[in-house]
């Protein structure tokens, strides 16, 4: 049973029911595709069996190097860029205290590096490091990205000064491909524990991989439900087969007949601002696999009603190329009181006997009709409540919808060839040997 939702009944004001008929045949192609996995980038749907074939020595090897870091950190350094860290910090900043930074949870802290090249990012990092008791997980599959691999260098060297070169070494974990790459290399000769990242999965659908699952762990959350989560929606999603039942059928269907109507950008909203990191995971996962061949649709987002008071005069009146997908929270985990105020100076009092959570839902609510009349046609996926259950439903759900989404427009949503472009020219102007 899975308790993530989609309607779309907005939607309907722009994309008729009979188009959305018309496009059953394709977007069953595409699970078909997906499903006997003979579609375009067939040799990276791994992610697929994650949920349901987890190793369970890998998973208690896991366990032992969570009890480990616990017990000897206050901290654990995730090192890594792109999807080798989105789908962790989605998890655990959804999951954690808002204020965990100012608060003791009983598990170590994540904190991220390597993500940028920020000089100033990394010195303020090795000043906290040089004060707190910490571990370094370093992820990379292919081993040889150029930011992760320099704040590794400058963090393994002050991890050995801190702690000796054989303690450091018991202090480090990395991630990586089975037998190639040069974190692999540095592995094997430093003696580090590793986990490894499967061949047929790529960076941005391993966060139910040792890529995300190690430092969720470590960072104290169940990945048992996680993956429980993630395989509920996996059985539901895979096996329907009827387009108009199947929720992850219904948004790739929604989102391609939007597209061909010129909307090209899709606005991922919340109104819980815990998951704005998962936003983030979703922008990277759309962005990365769907932009390719001159096609896909720009996945940007917001925090509402935060960004209301920023982007909303763009949403409401702007260029009309925008769709809005709305993950929306049904229940708070905790309930704050508005006071009754005598002087009523601000005038809130006709609030009062409202909880917070309605209010947020009235926001909701209040914002899709104005967006909805104002030419946004609005999506909704609604979830009962943040947990690693509902985070694993909604993880495999987008991760699916994504590759119907890529089949549905005729490209490969597995590989990245447009990424290293930068790369190139970058290697060529700091002068890299053999560039
Ligand atoms: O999805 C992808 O494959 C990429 O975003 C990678 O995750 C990212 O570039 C990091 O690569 P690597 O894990 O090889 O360091």
Request: glycine residues 8%; aromatic residues 10%; charged residues 20%.
């Amino acid at each position: 049973m899975i308790s993530t939702t989609f309607t779309y009944r907005d939607a309907l004001n722009f994309v008729s029911e009979e188009r959305i008929r018309q496009s059953a045949p394709a977007v069953r192609a595409a699970f078909e595709q997906l499903n006997s996995r003979t579609g375009r980038g067939n040799d990276f749907l791994g992610w697929l069996d994650l949920p349901s074939q987890h190793d369970a020595d890998m998973l208690m090897e896991i366990q032992a190097v969570t009890k480990k870091v616990s017990a000897n950190s206050d901290v654990a350094v995730v090192i890594g860029i792109g999807g080798s860290y989105l789908g962790t910090r989605a998890v655990t900043e959804a999951l954690q205290h808002h204020f965990s930074a100012c608060r003791p949870t009983g598990a170590p802290k994540l904190l991220y590096a390597g993500n940028s090249i920020s000089e100033d990012y990394l010195h303020d990092l090795l000043e906290v490091l040089d004060e707190v008791e910490y571990s370094l997980i370093v992820i990379s599959k292919s081993g040889t990205t150029t930011e992760p691999a320099l704040a590794f260098r400058v963090l393994k060297e002050h991890c050995e000064n801190k702690y000796g070169k054989t303690t450091a070494a018991q202090r480090i974990f990395c991630i990586t491909d089975a037998n190639r790459g040069a974190l692999r290399q540095l592995a094997t000769n430093e003696g580090y524990t590793t986990f490894v990242i499967p061949d047929d999965v790529g960076g941005r659908y391993s966060v139910l991989s040792p890529v995300g699952l190690l430092p969720i762990a470590v960072a104290g959350f169940d990945i048992e439900k996680l993956l429980k989560g993630a395989d509920e929606m996996r059985k539901v999603i895979t096996q329907e087969t009827d387009p108009e039942k199947n929720i992850a059928m219904q948004y790739a269907v929604l989102r391609y007949l939007l597209y061909q109507d010129r909307k090209t950008t899709e606005l991922m909203v919340a109104y819980e601002p815990r998951l704005f990191y998962f936003i983030e995971w979703y922008k990277q996962l759309f962005g990365e696999s769907e932009g390719k061949e001159n096609k896909g649709i720009f996945p940007a987002g917001a925090i509402f009603s935060t960004d209301l008071h920023s982007l909303g005069q763009y949403i409401q009146e702007g260029e009309r190329n925008l769709f809005e997908t709305v993950i929306s929270v049904k229940n708070a985990h905790h309930h704050v009181s508005i006071p009754f105020d005598k002087e009523n100076i601000d005038g809130l009092n006709y609030l009062q006997q409202k909880s917070l959570q309605e209010i947020n839902h009235t926001a909701e609510e209040g914002t899709r009709m104005a967006h909805v009349a104002g030419g946004v046609p609005n999506l909704r996926i609604e979830m009962d409540n943040i947990s690693e259950t509902s985070l694993g439903e909604l993880i495999f759900f987008f991760e699916y919808t994504c590759a119907l989404s890529g089949y549905m427009l005729n490209i490969n949503p597995f590989n990245q060839p447009g990424v290293e472009a930068y790369k190139k020219n970058m290697f060529k102007l700091l002068g890299k040997p053999g560039v």
